[in-house]
């Protein structure tokens, strides 16, 4: 129904930066909330951070002040712009959106396939 294909992840230093994209395609009446999770070995997905097509943010208090999340509502995209990133930050990232298929369907979740941000000098 929905796809969500991410693209921007590797391997960067300490310190350095990454930008992550996501692409919603397929059968989109509107989008409501599209975001970022992340998860590491051993550890629960957790959020990064959301944005509503409002324009609401919300943030980890772990990436607050370093990535900044934003979207283009024509295109269906959501960006995430990774800025001074920590160690702590590896793990596999995550695109969601919250999907309504058509008028009269309850929005659902939808995951990307993932893919790997490694911080490591």
């Known amino acids: 129904q929905v796809q969500l294909v991410e693209s921007g992840g590797g391997l960067v230093q300490p310190g350095g930066s990454l930008r992550l994209s996501c692409a919603a395609s397929?059968?989109?009446?509107?989008?409501?909330?599209m975001g970022w999770y992340r998860q590491a070995p051993g550890k629960e997905r957790e959020l990064v951070a959301t944005?509503?097509?409002?324009?609401?943010?919300n943030y980890a208090d772990s990436v607050k002040g370093r990535f900044t999340i934003s979207r283009d509502n024509t295109y269906n995209t959501v960006a995430l712009q990774m800025n001074s990133l920590e160690p702590e930050d590896t793990a596999v990232y995550f695109c969601?959106?919250?999907?309504?298929?058509?008028?009269?369907?309850?929005?659902?979740?939808?995951w990307g396939q993932g893919t790997q941000v490694t911080v490591s000098s």
């Open positions: 969601n959106a919250v999907v309504r298929t058509d008028w009269n369907r309850l929005p659902l979740n939808f």
């Open positions: 397929g059968r989109i009446f509107s989008l409501n909330v």
């Open positions: 944005l509503t097509s409002g324009g609401t943010t």
